[in-house]
């Protein structure tokens, strides 16, 4: 019996300043009872085009079944 339980993610974050434009495509499992995760990033456009690298979420708040807010921590290991 499936004891532990995970979704798989997949978004993009859209980057748009006047330092930086283009996307990075975040894909991955995401183990739901865990509270800091790594998911892979696996693409980008813009300034990251071909970029990958690992993000780690942290839940930094959670209110209830409403609200919650997370904390990104991006780590780009190549980028061109």
Same mark, same amino acid.
């Given at each position: 019996?499936? @004891? ?7 978004? $993009?974050?859209? %980057?748009?300043? #006047?330092?930086?434009?283009? &996307?990075? *495509? ?9 509270? @800091? ?7 980008? $456009?813009?300034? %990251?085009?071909? #970029?990958?690298?690992?993000? &780690?979420? *942290? ?22």
């Amino acid at each position: 019996m499936k @004891t532990t339980y995970n979704t798989w993610m997949a978004f $993009t974050l859209v %980057f748009n300043s #006047t330092q930086h434009k283009g &996307t990075l *495509t975040i894909m991955d499992a995401n183990p739901m009872t865990e509270p @800091t995760k790594d998911l892979a990033i696996v693409s980008g $456009t813009g300034d %990251f085009i071909m #970029t990958r690298g690992i993000v &780690t979420f *942290t839940t930094d708040l959670i209110q209830q079944n409403k609200y919650f807010r997370l904390k990104l921590d991006i780590k780009l290991y190549e980028c061109y």
